[in-house]
């Protein structure tokens, strides 16, 4: 058995830092290798970190980090755009909660930590190509190309670098793109909104015209995001070109007939704090995970929208799944082990988070449709043993993984 000694990690966003600690502590050396030529800590809203992503962070030991940047979110509740309460999801009793954070802060966090463990990081590398070295039928390892015109060489490459993935295209050029979900996603912090905390709880709402989440913590801070149906996508430049005062008058105009705080809360943003995410995008399956020595882990590999509330710690599992796997087996065999510990579940998350955006994005008829319909589908949903299968999941890293 050829024991994998060395990787090139391609992407620094969340699941490369993760991906390169997991190897480290698998006894492979990793390098990682960023596109952009500077760090990436302003770029991104807020998402959730749930109880299966922390406990893939604890496994190498990554989640003291998180948790540091985190604020406590243990529950969802969900309203109706008149205010009516529909239901209320928690973890199953005696889980810890969810933890809020912002993206910077969480690739801020991550990316340290990485660099503290000593975990080489170049920037400035955009892939362009990758191929196999040794006999096609048999690679020995790999070497990738990069714009400035350099190359690199380690025994595998792993794909981090995204939704819109170059790994992904070089293991198969007809690999799929990118499907709109019919939202765009913005986000921000208020402060003097007047309204009481939360506790650690995130109230949603299914508004008239689009989505809105909000959660005030008892220092008086409001972290807020919304769901703007849109009938074409925009990239995150796109989105961005339009100023936040438009984008937040378009926002105030959507929630007007609401009757939950939204107008309160979206009135008392800090300009400066906005985010217009652009459209939001999910790939509901990947055929091809890996080719020879190249494989895919993270939004690469499963990009969900960011309605799952798992996104970024599916990455983790994935990161350390695959190290773990790498660790125990030659990497064709580690490559196939992987898949099939993780492709059910994730492709799972993917299509419940679809389910959810068709509910956002409902149009006069569906949603008055919807609107009949969710307080008894919420009723179901809610109960906490409908989400252990999502929280619950965990990774024994000490076990050994066989062909």
Known sequence: MTKVKTALVVGGGIA????????????????????????????????????????????????????????????????????????EFGGPSGMEPQRFVMRPDLYRALYGEAARR?????????????EHLGSPTAPSGVRAHFADGTAAEA????????????????????????????????????????LPSTGDAMYMMFGKRAFFGYQVFDDGRCGWFANLPHPQPMSWSQANRTSPQDWMRQLVEAFADDRMPVLDILRASDESE????????????????????????GDAAHATSPSSGQGASMAAESAVQLARCLRDLPAEQAFMAYE????????????????????????????????????????????????????????????????
């Open 16 to 87: 490369g830092p993760v991906a390169a600690m997991a190897l480290q502590q698998a006894g492979i050396e990793a390098r990682l290798y960023e596109a952009y030529g500077s760090t990436a800590e302003n770029v991104g809203g807020g998402l959730s970190i749930a109880p299966n992503g922390l406990a893939a962070l604890k496994v190498i030991g990554a989640d003291e980090v998180v948790r540091a940047i985190g604020l406590p979110m243990s529950s969802i509740v969900i309203h109706s755009w008149t205010g009516k309460r529909l239901a």
């Open 118 to 130: 000593g975990i080489a990081v170049e920037h400035g590398k955009r892939l362009v190509s990758a």
């Open 274 to 297: 906005f985010v217009a995410i652009g459209g939001m995008e999910d790939i509901p399956r990947v055929p091809h995970w890996h080719r020879g020595r190249m494989v895919l882990v």
């Open 340 to 403: 099939r510990l993780r492709r059910e579940r994730v492709e799972r998350i993917i299509a419940a988070a679809a389910r959810t955006n068709s509910d956002k994005a409902a149009g006069p008829v569906a949603r008055v449709l919807r609107d009949a319909l969710l307080p008894t589908a919420m009723k179901l949903l809610a109960k906490p043993e409908k989400m252990a299968w999502q929280f619950d999941h965990r990774i024994d890293w000490a076990a050994r993984v066989t062909a």
């Open 155 to 194: 025994d595998v490459l792993i794909g981090a670098d995204g939704i819109r993935s170059t790994v992904r295209t070089v293991i198969d050029p007809s690999a799929p793109q990118p499907r709109y979900t019919g939202l765009l996603g913005f986000g921000g912090w208020s402060t003097g909104t007047g």
